[in-house]
């Protein structure tokens, strides 16, 4: 089995800056890509940021959201900068990835996800 665990969720005034990270453990051959997605109360998870050879950004999230990966740990971490009131939501790690070395298939797994609030 896999697992996501993310931590670093939290209560921020807008304008601050926290910091996401996601490390993933358990059966694992090679990661293809890891992500963050976010969803608010009432609306659909959305894309936030992923990273696999190179970074894909929300256009919401450009300039202030960064993401970053150590391959070697298979974490992946995201820092939140000029979070404003409408980045509330929960937040969801993300990874792609091949569990053995014979797996064709590639499987998509989830964190459980982590609180992001920021007050206005």
């Known amino acids: 089995q896999v697992q996501l665990v993310e931590s670093g969720g939290g209560l921020v005034q807008a304008g601050g800056s926290l910091r996401l990270s996601c490390a993933a453990s358990?059966?694992?051959?090679?990661?293809?890509?890891m992500g963050w997605y976010r969803q608010a109360p009432g609306k659909q998870r959305e894309l936030v940021a992923t990273i696999s050879s190179s970074t894909n950004y929300a256009d919401s999230v450009k300039g202030r959201f960064t993401i970053s990966r150590d391959n070697a740990k298979n974490t992946v971490s995201l820092q939140m900068n000029s979070l404003k009131p409408e980045d509330t939501a929960v937040y969801y790690c993300n990874a792609k990835l091949k569990r053995t070395t014979a797996d064709w298939a590639v499987y998509d797994y989830w964190g459980q996800g982590t609180q992001v609030t920021v007050s206005s």
């Open positions: 358990g059966s694992i051959f090679t990661i293809l890509a």
